[in-house]
Nanobody, 116 residues
């Protein structure tokens, strides 16, 4: 199971952090990601971190967002800086086993609203 937290309301230019906590074992065997979705649009990949710690970001958030994982704590943390109104969305945490792709899980969404 994945538990996402940290969403909320923030002004443009502000910062917010999202945390995703995973239960169960073998967290280090899972690639982790954050997606986001706005009504009427497809869910899009925001950031990805592999089991080895390699990270990738959507072009729209490069240079503003950072992603880290703490395997011992079974958590991933998305730090969002210089937020823009277009970052407003429901953010979802996602986990997929690095070898067994059918072992994939979504967390519940957490709403991020960027507005003045």
């Amino acid at each position: 199971q994945l538990q996402a937290s940290g969403g909320g309301l923030v002004q443009p230019g502000g910062s917010l952090g999202l945390n995703c906590a995973a239960s169960g074992t073998a967290f280090s065997m899972y690639n982790m990601a954050w997606y986001r979705q706005v009504p009427g649009k497809q869910r899009e990949l925001v950031a990805f971190i592999s089991t080895s710690g390699s990270v990738n970001f959507a072009d729209s958030v490069k240079g503003r967002f950072t992603l880290s994982r703490h395997n011992a704590m079974h958590t991933v943390y998305l730090q969002m800086n210089s937020l823009k109104p277009e970052d407003t969305a429901v953010y979802y945490c996602y986990a997929r086993h690095k070898d067994y792709y059918s072992r994939a899980f979504w967390g519940q969404g957490t709403l991020v609203t960027v507005s003045s």
